[in-house]
């Protein structure tokens, strides 16, 4: 049994259980791209408040790619947990590769999706932090510890779907955290989507571009 049609449906969703931070001038809603941003689009949109997107690039171990042992992400942040490096034995020379080569994508991706416009100013903000689902939950622990070096006030952690385990386990992480639903047992994020087809970058531009100008005429 699916729950959501498609990313849209599953952000209209997940915007009911976010109503108490409508309408206010301390909330900015980011999304991961690429499928974060259609369902972070539509709470934005229903809370009336900024939409803008939060790149992170895992650091994943050499020839453990899923394990992460740092992340790179918006505003020239770099976050390593060197727990992870000393148990995996990786050298300071294979770190300073992996950034290099996840720079460039993130790079890559920030011209693409923001242009010449700033990033977003996070610091004392309530940050609601959105995904399409979490798996394993890398890429947003990624996405919090390097969230956390912007001195945001609070980071709301927001999907439509996740493991139990997963779930629990942001709560020592966000300030906040929301799950939609958590089936058990999981399966996968797609399994809960009609429609999970991969977002393309042309999407995730259209989506930042609708709502852009709102968001920097309120910061003037």
């Not at 952000?11 to 690429?34: C, E, K």
């Not at 139990?164 to 797609?190: K, N, S």
């Amino acid at each position: 049994m699916t729950l959501f049609q498609n990313r849209q449906d599953a952000g209209q969703h997940l915007a009911t259980q976010l109503f108490a931070y409508a309408n206010r001038d301390d909330v900015i809603v980011l999304g991961l791209p690429r499928g974060g941003v259609p369902v972070a689009f539509e709470v934005a949109k229903a809370l009336a408040v900024p939409l803008d997107v939060f790149l992170v690039r895992k650091l994943g171990v050499p020839g453990q790619e899923e394990l992460a042992m740092g992340a790179i992400a918006s505003g020239n942040t770099q976050v390593l947990n060197q727990e992870v490096i000393d148990v995996a034995g990786v050298t300071e020379a294979e770190i300073e590769a992996v950034v290099a080569r996840e720079q460039q994508e993130l790079q890559r991706r920030e011209a693409l999706y923001r242009g010449n416009r700033p990033a977003p100013v996070v610091q004392g903000k309530q940050v609601i932090l959105i995904d399409d689902g979490l798996a394993t939950g890398a890429s947003m622990w990624a996405a919090v510890a390097a969230l956390r070096t912007h001195d945001p006030a609070r980071i709301i952690v927001a999907v439509p779907t996740a493991s139990p385990e997963v779930c629990a386990a942001f709560q020592e992480l966000a300030d906040e955290v929301i799950c939609a639903v958590t089936p058990q047992p999981f399966y996968g994020v797609g399994a809960w989507y009609d429609d999970f087809s991969q977002t393309t970058d042309e999407e995730v531009q259209a989506l930042l571009r609708f709502q852009q100008p709102d968001y920097f005429n309120s910061q003037k």
